[in-house]
């Protein structure tokens, strides 16, 4: 396992760690602010001495340009963040969650620590996704989603996954030995309705039936499986394997 293999399993990463993942690097290519070099985050450049004079190593700019889109981002609040700031003293670190930065109705002013401030990896994914980032490091299997199972896609509607998604799970013939289609396609369905998103979205009364957030939606399982069914004439049920 190396070291982009590790950081796959983080919940939380701070900025700079963020973007260097997002131009694809390894963090450890981090280098700090330094008075007499570059004053502020960068990745230490690598040298390519077999390479022609026009291959450089373009994953500094790169980063510099992530950085600071995540840092803009972090400070308008269209990311959400933990944030850590520096005071007059350098060693002295605030930190403070984004929901409490107007507590008691004071405002912490000051620069961001990037190095400690830290997003959460789901919000990160979703900030990416709404910026048209939907490839790299941070989505290691889009390639292989189709636009319709991809819970990011801006137009992904989880009734039409379900109904994919179960109509795959029905070419096991032992899901349907001995059961009508319809049958196995609701019973597959209703295993796995909290996954599919096939729930109340919140409580509510309906032909005086109450039901609560979260609770399987019987009406949604009925239309996909009339989608899902490929046999909608009915017939004879076939042993698996005739």
């Not at 972090?74 to 700031?85: H, I, N, Q």
């Not at 605030?94 to 190095?115: A, R």
């Not at 401030?117 to 889009?142: I, M």
């Not at 996954?195 to 609770?215: C, I, M, P």
Request: charged letters at 30%; one cysteine or more.
């Amino acid at each position: 396992m190396d070291e982009l293999d590790l950081f796959r399993i983080a919940d939380t990463y701070t900025l700079t760690v963020a973007a260097a993942l997002i131009v694809g690097v390894k963090p450890s290519r981090i280098r700090r602010p330094n008075r007499q070099t570059i004053r502020r985050f960068h990745l230490a450049r690598l040298e390519r001495k077999d390479a022609g004079a026009d291959e450089i190593d373009d994953a500094p700019d790169a980063f510099n340009a992530a950085l600071q889109s995540l840092t803009h981002a972090v400070e308008r609040g269209s990311l959400p963040a933990t944030k850590c700031y520096r005071g007059v003293d350098p060693d002295i670190l605030i930190e403070l969650s984004l929901i409490h930065e107007h507590k008691d109705g004071v405002e912490i002013v000051g620069e961001i620590d990037l190095s400690k401030t830290t997003v959460a990896a789901d919000d990160l994914k979703s900030w990416l996704s709404s910026r048209g980032v939907k490839s790299g490091f941070f989505f290691p299997e889009s390639s292989q989603t189709p636009a319709y199972l991809d819970r990011n896609h801006a137009r992904f509607s989880p009734k039409l996954a379900a109904a994919v998604k179960v109509w795959l799970a029905m070419e096991d013939e032992n899901l349907r030995r001995s059961r009508g289609v319809v049958a196995a396609i609701k019973s597959w369905l209703k295993s796995r309705y909290d996954e599919l998103e096939l729930f109340h979205e919140q409580d509510s009364t309906k032909n005086g039936v109450k039901v609560k957030a979260r609770e399987m939606n019987n009406t949604a399982i009925e239309e996909i499986s009339k989608v899902a069914n490929w046999r909608p004439k009915g017939g004879a049920v076939r042993t698996p394997g005739e």
